[in-house]
């Protein structure tokens, strides 16, 4: 099956700074990668996600950008604000039909003011 | 998007006991997920709930220990059975609206703890 690995763990950057997390996945059939905010207490909340005939998108601070042959996909974050502090996790899923999506372990960000 | 609530939010629970769990959609959705979240860990499917037949378990779970059912197009319920304190965790639904997009959004989750 799929494994996604997620690097840092944990991520501290000043404000304004940009902040980027990286993913890479194991099976090259993935075709589906969004990335989830989760802030304390809370559900993940999806804030973008790319498919893979896509190699970057982007939404307002906020970009992915995919790598096929490498097998890895990145979020960046710019201009960082506080309330960007939470765990992000990314995930990846296969063209089954099922939609099993699997989760990297995740980063800790943290926005120093 | 979806608007999804689930009850309880939290629950404190004695071990050997069952908590059942609900997920409710405002719209109606064809594909509804369960999800577990140890404590500080990432997620991890436990089953897809399929509406009018059983639902379809992942790798380590079972059906006795985590009873789901799907009445229809906009509710689910996971039943956490004989508690341990190994399930302590949280539990969290999603839904994909379009049913073919992949694209899953996830309830506010329900915090269980079991003594």
């Known amino acids: 099956g799929e494994n996604v690995e997620q690097h840092p763990s944990t991520l501290s950057v000043q404000e304004g700074d940009s902040a980027v997390i990286k993913c890479t996945y194991s099976?090259?059939?993935?075709?589906?990668f969004p990335w989830y905010k989760q802030e304390l207490g809370k559900g993940p909340q999806l804030i973008i996600d790319?498919?893979?005939?896509?190699g970057e998108k982007k939404d307002q601070r906020i970009a992915v950008t995919l790598n096929k042959t490498a097998k890895h996909f990145s979020l960046h974050i710019t201009e960082t604000q506080p309330e960007d502090s939470a765990v992000y996790f990314c995930?990846?899923?296969?063209?089954?039909?099922?939609?099993?999506?699997?989760f990297g372990t995740g980063t800790r960000l943290t926005i120093i003011p | 998007s979806a608007v999804i609530s689930q009850k309880p939010s939290r629950d404190i629970c004695q071990r050997g006991t069952s908590l059942t769990i609900q997920c409710q959609v405002d719209?109606?959705?064809?594909?509804m997920f369960w999800y577990r979240q140890q404590p500080g860990q990432s997620l991890t499917l436990i089953a897809t709930?399929?509406?009018?037949?059983?639902?379809?378990?992942e790798s380590g779970f079972v059906i006795d220990k985590f009873p789901i059912s799907r009445p229809n197009l906009t509710f689910s319920t996971l039943t956490v059975s004989n508690m341990s304190p190994e399930d302590s965790s949280i539990y969290l639904c999603?839904?994909?609206?379009?049913?073919?997009?992949?694209?899953?959004?996830f309830g506010p989750g329900t915090r269980l703890t079991v003594l």
């Open positions: 999603s839904v994909d609206p379009s049913g073919v997009t992949d694209t899953q959004y």
């Open positions: 099976d090259s059939a993935s075709n589906y």
């Open positions: 790319i498919r893979s005939n896509v």
């Open positions: 995930a990846a899923t296969l063209p089954a039909g099922n939609e099993k999506l699997t």
């Open positions: 719209s109606q959705v064809t594909m």
């Open positions: 709930a399929n509406q009018g037949s059983e639902a379809t378990y």
